[in-house]
């Protein structure tokens, strides 16, 4: 079992910035992937980024340049760190872990508002 705990979010500005926090449990260096998804109202939940137990990451197209997705040193937290942000980013922020076992496990999201 793994506890999946975002945090973060927030209100700002457009062109501002923001840091998210996923939490796991056990620590995410144990896990094989971690991945941070968003979904607005109305909207199919979409993938965002990813770190991969490598420290290997990715990151879908609009957020390129902008998100980084980084491991803390106490290697129990992922950082999603969001700058330039648009009101196109506002959405609720969920962590995925994937174990290497291949099951997932999710957090329960945190909101990131961007206005205008």
Same mark, same amino acid.
């Given at each position: 079992?793994?506890? #999946?705990?975002?945090? !973060?979010? !927030?209100? #700002? &500005?457009?062109?501002? $910035? ?11 260096? $144990? @896990?094989?992937?971690?991945? %941070? ?9 979409? %993938? #965002? ?10 990151? /879908? ?8 997705? $980084?491991?803390?040193?106490? &290697?129990? *937290? ?7 942000? &648009? ?6 922020? @969920?962590?995925?872990?994937? *174990?290497? $076992?291949?099951? /997932?496990? %999710? !957090?329960? !999201? *945190?909101?990131? /508002?961007?206005?205008?």
């Amino acid at each position: 079992q793994v506890q #999946v705990v975002e945090s !973060g979010g !927030g209100l #700002v &500005q457009v062109g501002g $910035s923001l840091r998210l926090s996923c939490t796991t449990s056990p620590r995410t260096s $144990s @896990l094989r992937t971690i991945n %941070w998804y968003r979904q607005a109202p109305g909207t199919e939940r979409e %993938w #965002v980024a990813q770190i991969m137990n490598s420290a290997d990451t990715s990151y /879908t197209d609009s957020v390129k340049g902008r998100f980084t997705i $980084s491991r803390a040193n106490d &290697q129990n *937290t992922i950082y999603l760190q969001m700058t330039g942000l &648009q009101p196109e980013d506002t959405a609720v922020y @969920l962590c995925m872990c994937i *174990t290497f $076992s291949s099951r /997932t496990y %999710w !957090g329960r !999201g *945190t909101q990131v /508002t961007v206005s205008s």
